[in-house]
Structures are given as C-alpha cells and as structure tokens.
C-alpha cells in the first residue's frame, strides 16, 4: 500500500503546482477556461489523491472505485488549461 500512497502523493503535488499555475494565468489573463481548470485540478486531487490515501491509510477498498473520476478530472483541467495556451486565449488584456 505504500505505492498507492506514494502514487497519491506525487500526483498530488504535480497538480498543487498545476493548480497554482492556472489560478495565476487565470488572474493574469482574465481567462475562465483556465480558473475553471484549476477547479478541475482540485477536484481532482480530492478524488484521485483523497480516494487513494483513503484506499491506502484507511483501507477503505471501495474508494478505489472513485479514483478514475478523480483521474478524469485531471485531464480535464489539463485539456482546459492547453486548449487555452494553443487558442491564445491568454493575452494579455492591457
């Protein structure tokens, strides 16, 4: 169980940082496709991240099944935030 946990960890941090990006091109740029993925990003890390450390410390197994909604929100946010870049939604509106 300490792969799960480690698993849950690492993603979670990716996307903290993910998250973190998002709110402040959100905030730059005045895009809401990008503050809607962050939105994403933390409702990923409470399903994936939440359900895995509920699996692995808890050991709660029907949890497990909640983990690729979390997943699914994951790429979401990161479809939402790339989608953005390549539109060139994110331009400076000064």
């Known amino acids: ?8 960890a690492r993603y979670q941090m990716y996307h903290s940082l993910g998250m973190v990006a998002a709110g402040l091109a959100g905030r730059a ?12 990003f933390a409702a990923g890390m409470l399903l994936f991240c939440g359900s895995l ?16 909604i979390g997943g699914l929100a994951f790429i979401t946010g990161w479809t939402l935030f790339g989608w953005s870049v390549w539109q060139g939604t994110m331009v400076s509106k000064e």
């Open 1 to 8: 169980m300490l792969a799960v946990f480690e698993t849950a």
């Open 29 to 40: 740029f005045d895009c809401p496709r990008v503050t809607r993925a962050g939105w994403c």
């Open 53 to 68: 450390y509920g699996v692995s410390l808890l050991g709660i197994r029907w949890l497990g099944a909640v983990t690729p």
